[in-house]
Nanobody, 123 residues
Framework: QVQLVESGGGLAQAGGSLRLSCATS????????MGWFRQAPGKERELVAT????????NYADSVKGRFTISRDNARNTTQLQMKKLKPEDTAVYYC????????????????WGQGTQVTVSS
């Protein structure tokens, strides 16, 4: 059974930092693209960042470029999202996701999902 478990969410002030982590089990981690999505109330789920399986190539939404960094540890089967210079508009539930074949922004096509972790940024 595949499991993705996020941790590290919480409350931060604008300009502050948070680090999210996603622990995975039940899948061959090195074969999967990993991604972070987020969903704010009343809005669609949006792609935040992705990292490729072996080369570790990354992609970011324009709204987080220069502030967020995605990484992965293939030895520990985990992925992280370091968030800096947080803004109130970053407030959302953040989801970790895994995809065998890169689906990009098409969230419905990603293979596995975590349960989400709340990030709230106060102004």
């Amino acid at each position: 059974q595949v499991q993705l478990v996020e941790s590290g969410g919480g409350l931060a002030q604008a300009g502050g930092s948070l680090r999210l982590s996603c622990a995975t089990s039940g899948l061959t981690f090195n074969n999967y693209f990993m991604g972070w999505f987020r969903q704010a109330p009343g809005k669609e789920r949006e792609l935040v960042a992705t990292v490729s399986p072996i080369a570790g190539s990354t992609n970011y939404a324009d709204s987080v470029k220069g502030r967020f960094t995605i990484s992965r540890d293939n030895a520990r089967n985990t992925t992280q999202l370091q968030m800096k210079k947080l803004k109130p508009e970053d407030t959302a539930v953040y989801y970790c996701a895994a995809d065998r074949w890169y689906s990009g922004r098409e969230s419905a096509r990603w293979d596995y999902w975590g349960q989400g972790t709340q990030v709230t940024v106060s102004s």
